[in-house]
């Protein structure tokens, strides 16, 4: 599981805070190290082992927290929203990697977003939920190849079509729930 906020615990440094389930779940931590460093590596944080949280930036502490899930082989990665508190620049590079990490290991992921832009240019399929209560509303298979290049993919018709479709849905929903608000706010 990987949270909209990274969530490391800011007494341990990078490779501690990575980890962490290895000694929550006592498995051998020789092997897990090694694990530990690849991982690190693979997102640029290499000689960041010995850091502590604070001396991170956000984009950062996020690597360390996709880290830190990712050590565990997850048949299934869940993220809430796990870059919306970045600047735009961080964002772009952890949903790069992300990508990444999908080609390389094929892991199952349940990302949820509250950006349709992000939902499109990272997902297989996009699932749009109602406002209040949350329901499926729509299932919206997404049939852009991979690999993707986040920066080629949204100048192409394709990707622009598919949020169109996506907004033009969340608009109806957003209008709707107005009106019943409306209705009801005329009764009372």
């Known amino acids: 599981m990987m949270f909209q906020r990274p969530a490391l615990l800011p007494w341990r440094n990078v490779l501690h805070n990575v980890m962490l389930p290895v000694e929550i779940f006592g498995w051998k931590r020789r092997e897990h190290r090694a694990m530990a460093a690849q991982l690190l590596e693979m997102v640029g944080l290499a000689g960041f082992q010995k850091r502590l949280p604070h001396e991170l930036s956000g984009g950062m502490q996020q690597r360390v927290a996709l ?15 796990p870059f919306s508190a970045l600047d735009a620049q961080n964002k772009l590079l952890l949903q790069e990697e992300l990508l990444h990490i999908w080609e390389e290991h094929k892991k199952t992921v349940v990302f949820i977003t509250h950006s349709v832009d992000e939902a499109v240019l990272l997902g297989d399929r996009v699932m ?57 706010g005329a009764k009372s």
């Open 67 to 81: 880290c830190r899930a990712l050590i565990q082989r997850p048949r299934l990665l869940l993220m809430d929203e």
């Open 128 to 184: 749009v939920m109602t406002a209040q209560p949350g329901r499926l509303k729509q299932f919206v298979p997404v049939a852009l190849a991979r690999p993707r290049n986040i920066m080629e993919l949204q100048g192409a018709p394709e990707y622009g079509e598919l949020v169109y479709r996506i907004w033009s849905n969340l608009r109806e929903e957003v209008q709707r729930a107005r009106e019943l608000e409306d209705g009801i």
